[in-house]
Nanobody, 119 residues
Framework: QVQVQESGGGLVQDGGSLRLSCAAS????????MGWYRQAPEKERELIAV???????HYADSVKGRFTFSKDNAKNTWILQMDSLKPEDTAKYYCTAGSGSRPYYAKYWGRGTQVTVSS
């Protein structure tokens, strides 16, 4: 089993930045990629960013150019840097551990962290 834990959500103003962190622990040998999803009220869940263990990344068009997904090797955590935030980015953000890239298969999910962007 793999445990996934997110942190770093909160309230930020339009145009601001937030940094989400994600850590995966347990039997991670089968994990080859990490992904972030988000879900806003009454909207479908959206895959917004994926990073493979080889360092390949891809992003949803809705966040491309504003969000960056990377690994902090010193802390062994995965970072989603979110810049130029907009009110429409308000959602609960979920870190996942899985495999693949295009397509990405999420196997393990964190509990989520709320991001709220005020206008």
């Amino acid at each position: 089993q793999v445990q996934v834990q997110e942190s770093g959500g909160g309230l930020v103003q339009d145009g601001g930045s937030l940094r989400l962190s994600c850590a995966a622990s347990g039997r991670t040998a089968t994990i080859t990629a990490m992904g972030w999803y988000r879900q806003a009220p009454e909207k479908e869940r959206e895959l917004i960013a994926v990073i493979t263990y080889g360092g390949f990344t891809h992003y949803a068009d809705s966040v491309k150019g504003r969000f960056t997904f990377s690994k902090d090797n010193a802390k062994n955590t995965w970072i989603l840097q979110m810049d130029s935030l907009k009110p429409e980015d308000t959602a609960k953000y979920y870190c996942t551990a899985g495999s693949g890239s295009r397509p990405y298969y999420a196997k393990y999910w964190g509990r989520g962290t709320q991001v709220t962007v005020s206008s």
